[in-house]
């Protein structure tokens, strides 16, 4: 399982050399945020029309569109409900009754593979939820804190990032015990350390600039300086990364419920249904191959979309 490779690495070379929006550079009080406001609205315009452009990314944000519009509509277009089994129809073919066929214990692969949309994707968004929340919040408070605070906060994060992350999440999930909310914190628990670092670095290169002098000149607190005026020139690239990094969520979250650590049957989840098919790749090969192919189209979906907002957003190819 890939966990982004180069493309990450270079992306996140060019996060930290990237120039900032100086927006706030001429201005002070009220005018700051409105100047802000209107120059982040017509960034954002921009880039919406330059994605639109971007054939690779349109796919992939229709693809993923398309995924999630099934997962939230399984109740009603599920042929069958997921967990009943219809024992003289194992390892059925597709049939009008059951289009893709049916699993080792007659259940229907189709419904299956619609409610293991709900769990994976809900399971992928949720981690990368909680991980910019960790991440970003554990980096801003180093980058503008410094002294010990900084000191603390990157020798956990060195710590985390000196174990390969799918092993220490596989040591975490193992010693909490199985489930999906194991693999969350398993998951979640080791992949902030990342997200950490490079929005402490994007804020120390932020908080000698002028904008923030002439914040701390009007009396801002800390943390009106760091939320007002940090936060929103960080978060648009973190947010690339984020879209990037799902992808490699979505296949680890997979890989542990693969591994039996996640949910129990017969709950449908795309890792546990392709464990459940394993014992018969030879004889009923779909029970590995529609999963598959369902992880598959997901994680090439956020990639493409995270290739194109890279693409919009990296100063260097432009």
């Known amino acids: 399982m890939s966990d982004g490779g180069g493309s990450r690495d270079e992306f996140e070379d060019a996060l930290l050399r990237a120039p900032r929006r100086d927006s706030f550079d001429v201005v002070v009080g009220?005018?700051?945020?409105?100047?802000?406001?209107?120059?982040?609205?017509?960034?954002?315009?921009?880039?919406?029309?330059?994605?639109?452009?971007?054939?690779?990314?349109?796919?992939?944000?229709?693809?993923?569109?398309?995924?999630?519009a099934l997962a939230l509509a399984a109740p009603?277009?599920?042929?069958?409900?997921?967990?009943?089994?219809?024992?003289?129809?194992?390892?059925?073919?597709?049939?009008?009754?059951?289009?893709?066929?049916?699993?080792?214990?007659?259940?229907?692969?189709?419904?299956?593979l619609l409610y293991g949309a709900r769990v994976s994707l809900t399971a992928a968004t949720a981690a990368s939820v909680l991980v910019l929340l960790i991440g970003v919040s554990a980096g801003a408070i180093a980058g503008y804190a410094g002294g010990w605070v900084d000191m603390a906060i990157m020798r956990i994060v060195d710590l985390l990032l000196a174990f390969p992350l799918l092993v220490l999440a596989l040591a975490i999930t193992g010693f909490i015990g199985v489930g999906m909310g194991s693999v969350l914190v398993g998951v979640v628990s080791v992949w902030w350390a990342s997200y950490a670092r490079i929005v402490r670095g994007l804020?120390?290169?932020?908080?000698?600039?002028?904008?923030?002098?002439?914040?701390?000149?009007?009396?801002?607190?800390?943390?009106?300086?760091?939320?007002?005026?940090?936060?929103?020139?960080?978060?648009?690239?973190?947010?690339?990364?984020?879209?990037?990094?799902?992808?490699?969520?979505?296949?680890?979250?997979?890989?542990?419920?693969?591994?039996?650590?996640?949910?129990?049957?017969?709950?449908?989840?795309w890792g546990a249904m392709l464990n459940d098919g394993r014992p018969f790749l030879r004889s009923a090969p779909q029970l590995m191959i529609y999963p598959g192919l369902a992880i598959s189209l997901a994680v090439m979906g956020f990639n493409l979309l995270g290739d194109g907002l890279r693409d919009r957003l990296d100063p260097r190819l432009k």
Not at 45 to 60: F, I, K, S, Y
Request: hydrophobic residues 50%; proline residues 8%.
């Open 76 to 112: 009603l277009i599920a042929p069958h409900d997921p967990a009943t089994q219809h024992l003289h129809e194992r390892l059925a073919a597709p049939n009008l009754t059951f289009p893709l066929g049916t699993d080792n214990l007659g259940r229907c692969l189709l419904s299956r």
């Open 203 to 269: 804020v120390l290169s932020l908080r000698e600039r002028p904008f923030v002098e002439a914040a701390r000149a009007m009396g801002a607190s800390p943390a009106r300086i760091v939320i007002r005026h940090l936060l929103p020139n960080v978060l648009p690239p973190i947010i690339v990364l984020a879209t990037l990094e799902m992808g490699s969520l979505l296949l680890v979250i997979s890989g542990l419920n693969f591994l039996g650590l996640g949910v129990q049957p017969p709950t449908p989840e």
């Open 30 to 68: 009220s005018e700051m945020s409105t100047a802000w406001l209107a120059a982040t609205v017509r960034q954002e315009e921009g880039v919406l029309r330059q994605l639109a452009r971007d054939r690779a990314a349109v796919v992939g944000l229709v693809i993923i569109v398309l995924l999630a």
